[in-house]
């Protein structure tokens, strides 16, 4: 078995590095490179390797996304700037390679580069998810966003084990997700923040799926993990709970959900409402009080109003969310954000995707009266319209258009904005 894992894992990682050259050893007897404008990958099956990989229970993805994004009004100076990420999924069925079955192990490997927009206009809320993290401008733009074992149980339990990208785990919303790659940019509707669950955590994942609903438990370590393996003192500032009920719904045949999530961490935060003595000249000595927990609630919906017959992945459809928080020391007091998006519906364009979001943050009242003398800041709120147009299987062409009044700025900031994503 030892000697199986090592040849695949090998091979594995020397198409990281070579994926799409023809060097790479075919099958001989391997099918027929479909047509390029037709690939669900820019480089096609490698000659076989592809296929003999994902029969080894290893799947490859690697991918370009590329943005064009600027500030065409705001505070801050007009113009635009060029950033990209190119990121590689590794799925790896451990149950092929020798281990028991329902093992899997997921690594995500991500490289920033360029610049972006991100923080400009005095917004909140970045503007450009997919730039945004692992990081980009001066901090480390190289990471291995996920790095977790997961244990399927059957059909419906799992437990997923290490850190995890929580970008990636929110992608597959209806009508939202996506990564700031495959849908909306803004992380508003990304992944929307709540205070209490890091963009990348280190912890335990599990969810269990039953006939009325599908419950989640996730237990981790509050601080975010970022740029770090997460093995680096865990749980030394406390842990986080978090508990999700999530309800299947179906209204005049059309799918949909409701859901509901709380969670609640014992990592310490400044007291917010004494941030304000400490702000205020004559500066005391000492420092503000801190606050040794926080929560926060959601409750969370989507809705299809109309699906294909032909094709169920087509279709149109509602989705939103309600968020509430203690506000101190949660920045964030609450947030509402709803929206539309589809897929198809435009002859001829069915893989094309598209969608129209509004976002609003309510700040935490201590934190804006802190704040008050040095900084005057508001509570923010965005719309986001995009539409990305499949040019092949493989290259996918979009638009972006941002309108928000920002929380820390004077004037309506807009950010108009191009991306190219292609699926080698």
Known sequence: MKTRVIQVLLVSVALMFAFGRSALAAPSEAAPSPDPLERDHLTGDWGGARTWLQDHGITL????????QGLAAGDD???????GKLDLLLKADLGKLGF???LSMTIHGEYNFGNSVNGQGGTLAPVNTALFFPGIEGSAAIDLSSVYLQQRFGDSASLVLGKINMIDFAASKPFMGGAGIDSFWNISFTAPPSGTVPPY??????????EPATFGL???DPVDVVNRTGLEDPFADGVTVRVSVDFPVTLADLRGHQGFAASYSTLPGTDLEDLNDTLIPPYPSGTPGIKDSRYYFAYSFDQ?????????KEGVGLFGQFGLSDGNPNRLYWSALAGVGGTGLIPGRGRDNWGFGYYYYGLSPDLKDALAPIQK????QGMELFYNAAMT?????GANLQVIKPGLGETTAVFPGVRMIIRF
């Open 61 to 68: 993805d690697p991918r370009l996304t590329q943005f064009y």
């Open 377 to 380: 800041i508001r509570n923010e």
């Open 304 to 312: 299809y109003l109309y699906q294909s017959a032909e094709n169920p």
């Open 218 to 220: 996730w237990v981790y």
């Open 393 to 397: 299987p493989s290259v996918t062409v």
């Open 100 to 102: 028991w079955d329902g």
């Open 201 to 210: 955590l280190f912890g335990v994942i599990m969810s269990v799926r039953t």
């Open 77 to 83: 100076e007009n113009s635009f700037r060029y950033g």
